[in-house]
């Protein structure tokens, strides 16, 4: 039977009949549907995004993750244990990755939710921190916080460049570290100086400079230390050893946090106060946010 002919499917599938018309309208009605739902459930995120909490104790992360999840600040202690909560952007901000969509759209509402996890600050469970880091999965940033009036004294800016110092290490490591050429994935830094209200509070460029400074300082202790202890080893062991743990570029020079854009890492100071409870002075930390969702 050839094509052409009468009884043949294809002057069966362009003749006017009821069953034809009745097969193409549902093609022309499903398949569109049937497609989106594909594409819909290809491109929908299982998780949520993520941003870790991360910073010395007593500088304002449980305050700052409640302000985020409550809209008001609330009596917090010293955490002994990591939290996550889920959380919903500020109606101010817009999510990166929907500046082209309308706020009605359901997938503008979806793309302002993401987790905020806490971690404990105190020296003996900063493991919790450590752990997230080796493996982040679906981590969108780093939320490094700390007390500007802090930092301004040796003490607290010793601990909070060598907490920092520990952190970016880890970064660096997971990027130098990685299997394909492509390099993982980028987790950029905000460090969120917190308690700007307070009078010996640093301002944002001078909290820049004292930490890159303290940070350059750990950088060469680690290095002497690790000659120290080496000492047994082989000189090229010895040579990988301090290649692996010494945070930026090589040499004997200081650190800046630009160091960090080779490694895959971008680092913004911007300061900030949680203490009014409005979320107006921490107005940047939620934009930086937002460019990250």
């Given at each position: 039977m050839a094509w052409y002919d009468e009884d043949s499917w294809a002057t069966a599938a362009f003749a006017p009949k009821g069953s034809t018309i009745a097969i193409t309208f549902l093609l022309a009605v499903l398949l569109p549907i049937l497609l989106h739902q594909f594409i819909y459930r290809k491109a929908?995120?299982?998780?949520?995004?993520?941003?870790?909490?991360?910073?010395?104790?007593?500088?304002?992360?449980t305050a700052f993750l409640t302000l985020t999840e409550r809209k008001a600040v609330a009596q917090t202690h010293t955490s002994t244990a990591p939290s996550?909560?889920?959380v919903l952007l500020p109606e101010d901000h817009t999510p990166q990755s929907s500046h082209y969509r309308s706020p009605g759209d359901?997938?503008?509402?979806?793309?302002?939710?993401?987790?905020?996890n806490d971690t404990p600050g105190h020296g003996k469970l900063r493991h919790f921190a450590t752990t997230q880091l080796a493996n982040p999965t679906n981590v969108r940033g780093i939320i490094f916080v700390l007390d500007a009036a802090t930092v301004a004294e040796e003490a607290g800016l010793n601990e909070t460049a060598e907490y920092l110092h520990d952190v970016l290490l880890a970064l660096q490591k997971r990027y130098t570290?990685?299997?394909t050429s492509k390099g993982p994935k980028e987790i950029p830094v905000l460090i969120a100086a917190n308690k700007m209200d307070l009078f010996t509070?640093?301002?944002p460029h001078l909290v820049t400079q004292q930490l890159e400074k303290a940070i350059s300082e750990v950088r060469k202790s680690r290095a002497k230390g690790l000659k120290d202890s080496g000492a047994a080893l082989s000189g090229e062991e010895e040579g990988l050893d301090?290649?692996?743990?010494?945070?930026?570029?090589?040499?004997?020079?200081?650190?800046?946090?630009g160091q960090m854009e080779e490694?895959?890492?971008s680092v913004t100071v911007h300061g900030g106060h949680v203490i009014r409870g409005d979320g107006a002075d921490v107005r940047s930390w939620y934009e930086w946010i937002a460019s990250h969702l």
């Amino acid at each position: 039977m050839a094509w052409y002919d009468e009884d043949s499917w294809a002057t069966a599938a362009f003749a006017p009949k009821g069953s034809t018309i009745a097969i193409t309208f549902l093609l022309a009605v499903l398949l569109p549907i049937l497609l989106h739902q594909f594409i819909y459930r290809k491109a929908t995120p299982t998780t949520l995004p993520c941003f870790l909490l991360i910073g010395p104790s007593g500088a304002g992360k449980t305050a700052f993750l409640t302000l985020t999840e409550r809209k008001a600040v609330a009596q917090t202690h010293t955490s002994t244990a990591p939290s996550a909560i889920e959380v919903l952007l500020p109606e101010d901000h817009t999510p990166q990755s929907s500046h082209y969509r309308s706020p009605g759209d359901p997938a503008y509402e979806r793309s302002r939710r993401f987790l905020l996890n806490d971690t404990p600050g105190h020296g003996k469970l900063r493991h919790f921190a450590t752990t997230q880091l080796a493996n982040p999965t679906n981590v969108r940033g780093i939320i490094f916080v700390l007390d500007a009036a802090t930092v301004a004294e040796e003490a607290g800016l010793n601990e909070t460049a060598e907490y920092l110092h520990d952190v970016l290490l880890a970064l660096q490591k997971r990027y130098t570290g990685a299997t394909t050429s492509k390099g993982p994935k980028e987790i950029p830094v905000l460090i969120a100086a917190n308690k700007m209200d307070l009078f010996t509070a640093l301002p944002p460029h001078l909290v820049t400079q004292q930490l890159e400074k303290a940070i350059s300082e750990v950088r060469k202790s680690r290095a002497k230390g690790l000659k120290d202890s080496g000492a047994a080893l082989s000189g090229e062991e010895e040579g990988l050893d301090e290649e692996r743990e010494w945070l930026g570029e090589g040499g004997e020079g200081s650190f800046e946090f630009g160091q960090m854009e080779e490694v895959g890492t971008s680092v913004t100071v911007h300061g900030g106060h949680v203490i009014r409870g409005d979320g107006a002075d921490v107005r940047s930390w939620y934009e930086w946010i937002a460019s990250h969702l």
